[in-house]
């Protein structure tokens, strides 16, 4: 956006927009793919949530959808495409129009707990985890089947693969995430991966203890945020398991300085240099505002560290 002048507001609710912001991205430091906006509330809004959107803010969930068992069963069934979910899809299909074989397009939708956690409530929904598990789980199922239908529908626009990013199951307990997340990822990735087709789990809150649970997702690209202790991690995976991340957004890109933000990635790639398996990248999604000049620093250290 700060390359394009695009407001965040017509980003995520104007697919000429979001295709416009994305090929800029990707012709101003030819990244690797092509990735859809991570818009966090669109799969809520199509289930009836309302949402507050500001020009230069990421739109928010205003309130509750639901708060019991009653409700939950009465939600609607949602369509990939109703609402602002059409948003990424169109721009999915755009953009593999545009990059052909060359450049590998990815779509993104929210995961199963943080997608509950929009329609019950963040932290009601990590209370349901011990209150009323059944409740919660009943949601999850209600949800998992709307994000299997939209992987879906990513899938059908030629794109190489979607991120599923479940920001919330870092919250929980390692016993926690395996039952009220990485199961419910695994039900996607079992409906629509293909040889073709990957799904890569994004969870910028887990921690080395969360690992053997988001392993049992089946997902065989993961990508974690700052929190994870990413060589640890690297160690514990085997070689056939990708992950990336997973430098800090606010400190190094946010609120750092270019000579920070290229010290930090150069000394995390000095880190992982033994295993390529590895993806360097931010450890979440870059917050509209950041300066282009840490990008910039980011990107040349990635370069100069691959020649």
Known sequence: LEITGESVEDMVSVPGSQFKAVMALHDRYQTPVLLTAIDPSAEAEAYGCEVRMTEREIPTVVGRLVTNAAEIASLPDPVPGDFRTRVPLEAAWRLTAEAGEAVPVLGAMLGPFSLAGRLYGANE??????????????????????????????RETGAWGVIVAEPAAGRLSA???????????????????????????????????????????????CHFGAPMDIVAALGQVGPNVILGGNLDVAAVFQKGTPQAAGEATRALLEATRSYKNFIVSSGCDIPPGTPLANLNAFFRAVAEFNK
């Open 175 to 221: 016993e926690g995430l395996g039952r009220f997340s990485a199961q419910f990822v695994k039900r996607i990735v079992k409906a629509v991966e293909t040889p073709d087709f990957a799904v890569i789990l994004h969870s910028c809150g887990a921690k080395i203890d969360h690992l053997d649970e988001i392993m049992g997702s089946g997902a065989g690209i």
């Open 125 to 154: 929904a990590l209370e349901a985890t011990a209150a009323e598990a059944e409740t919660i789980e009943a949601l999850l199922d209600n949800v998992t089947g709307f994000l299997c239908r939209y992987a879906l529908a990513f």
